[in-house]
């Protein structure tokens, strides 16, 4: 990888990181379906400002029906899930699951893309899955049903993301590549389209009390147009460039800095967890990123 490439990761991070404090404005009024809905229109909408205003050519070179589909499973589907978790689950504990993205990613690539699982791979997504566990200091809870199909949903989402990245590449990239702008607007319009039935249905029966504020629609915003839009224009461009598995340990990044921007503008206080927690983290960041030589299946690495 080169320096430009960390610098990409760690922006988009930065990005998906602050979407967390978005969501705190805009989630507790809203709900939690509504603003995942709201988040792929406005996503869906600022990217087509933004092909406007760079006047791209919107030729999707008849793959739009598979980017469609790749937004269902790599926004719609998590979405959906991730807002039934929060119905099921304490808070925290989908940050903890949504660590498992890399882990979801190695798998599926070893089961179903022949990807080879290295040693080192495996022992990097299981060091960041404890610095995960330290940073977000959720404590015990009592084994239900409830939790138990909570943490179902959310391995349902971290599953759809390491399967998508994998499909960007077979679908998009291994078959001469489009613009990553393109990518991202038709994945949104998918998730769109697919989300559409369920918001309909949601908001007919349980509407919201209220709809909110310009503080909240302003969280919305930022959250479509930043923490969608362009965000995806970077994540796509890094799976062309790097590879789905390295580009996946973006999630082990974003819990470190939704803590750094509580600490800058919620006047949130850092603790020795977030400082045992951000090494195990750089440490699983580095053992999936870096160049893997002891093998555990006879293939080469192709990542």
């Given at each position: 990888?080169?320096?430009?490439?960390?610098?990409?990761?760690?922006?988009?991070?930065?990005?998906?990181?602050?979407?967390?404090?978005?969501?705190?404005?805009?989630?507790?009024?809203?709900?939690?379906?509504?603003?995942?809905?709201?988040?792929?229109?406005?996503?869906?909408?600022?990217?087509?400002?933004?092909?406007?205003?760079?006047?791209?050519?919107?030729?999707?070179?008849?793959?739009?029906?598979?980017?469609?589909?790749?937004?269902?499973?790599?926004?719609?589907?998590?979405?959906?899930?991730?807002?039934?978790?929060?119905?099921?689950?304490?808070?925290?504990?989908?940050?903890?699951?949504?660590?498992?993205?890399?882990?979801?990613?190695v798998l599926i690539g070893w089961m179903c893309f022949?990807?080879?699982?290295?040693?080192?791979?495996?022992?990097?997504?299981?060091?960041?899955?404890?610095?995960?566990?330290?940073?977000?200091?959720?404590?015990?809870?009592?084994?239900?049903?409830?939790?138990?199909?909570?943490?179902?949903?959310?391995?349902?989402?971290?599953?759809?993301?390491?399967?998508?990245?994998?499909?960007?590449?077979?679908?998009?990239?291994?078959?001469?590549?489009?613009?990553?702008?393109?990518?991202?607007?038709?994945?949104?319009?998918?998730?769109?389209?697919?989300?559409?039935?369920?918001?309909g249905v949601s908001a007919a029966i349980n509407p919201?009390?209220?709809?909110?504020?310009?503080?909240?629609?302003?969280?919305?915003?930022?959250?479509?147009?930043?923490?969608?839009?362009?965000?995806?224009?970077?994540?796509?461009?890094?799976?062309?460039?790097?590879?789905?598995?390295?580009?996946?340990?973006?999630?082990?990044?974003?819990?470190?800095?939704?803590?750094?921007?509580?600490?800058?503008?919620?006047?949130?206080?850092?603790?020795?967890?977030?400082?045992?927690?951000?090494?195990?983290?750089?440490?699983?960041?580095?053992?999936?990123?870096?160049?893997?030589?002891?093998?555990?299946?006879?293939?080469?690495?192709?990542?």
């Amino acid at each position: 990888m080169k320096l430009s490439d960390y610098v990409r990761l760690l922006i988009l991070a930065a990005i998906w990181g602050a979407s967390f404090l978005f969501m705190r404005l805009s989630a507790p009024v809203l709900g939690a379906l509504p603003t995942a809905f709201f988040r792929v229109l406005l996503g869906a909408i600022g990217l087509a400002v933004i092909l406007a205003l760079l006047k791209t050519n919107v030729d999707f070179k008849g793959k739009l029906q598979p980017i469609m589909v790749l937004g269902v499973i790599n926004s719609g589907i998590p979405f959906l899930m991730y807002s039934v978790a929060a119905l099921l689950l304490p808070a925290g504990y989908s940050a903890i699951f949504n660590a498992t993205t890399p882990m979801m990613g190695v798998l599926i690539g070893w089961m179903c893309f022949s990807e080879a699982l290295t040693l080192k791979k495996a022992a990097g997504v299981l060091i960041g899955l404890m610095g995960i566990a330290i940073l977000t200091s959720t404590g015990p809870v009592a084994l239900s049903m409830s939790v138990v199909m909570g943490a179902l949903a959310c391995l349902v989402a971290t599953s759809c993301y390491g399967a998508a990245g994998f499909l960007t590449k077979r679908w998009v990239a291994d078959k001469g590549g489009l613009d990553a702008k393109l990518v991202a607007f038709g994945s949104q319009v998918g998730a769109t389209l697919f989300l559409v039935p369920f918001f309909g249905v949601s908001a007919a029966i349980n509407p919201p009390p209220t709809w909110g504020n310009p503080e909240v629609w302003g969280a919305l915003l930022a959250l479509g147009f930043i923490c969608t839009a362009c965000a995806y224009i970077l994540y796509f461009r890094l799976i062309a460039d790097i590879g789905p598995v390295r580009s996946l340990t973006v999630t082990f990044l974003i819990p470190p800095f939704g803590v750094l921007w509580g600490v800058l503008l919620l006047g949130e206080r850092l603790s020795l967890a977030h400082l045992y927690g951000g090494g195990l983290i750089c440490l699983a960041v580095w053992c999936v990123l870096s160049n893997n030589r002891q093998k555990v299946t006879g293939s080469p690495a192709s990542d």
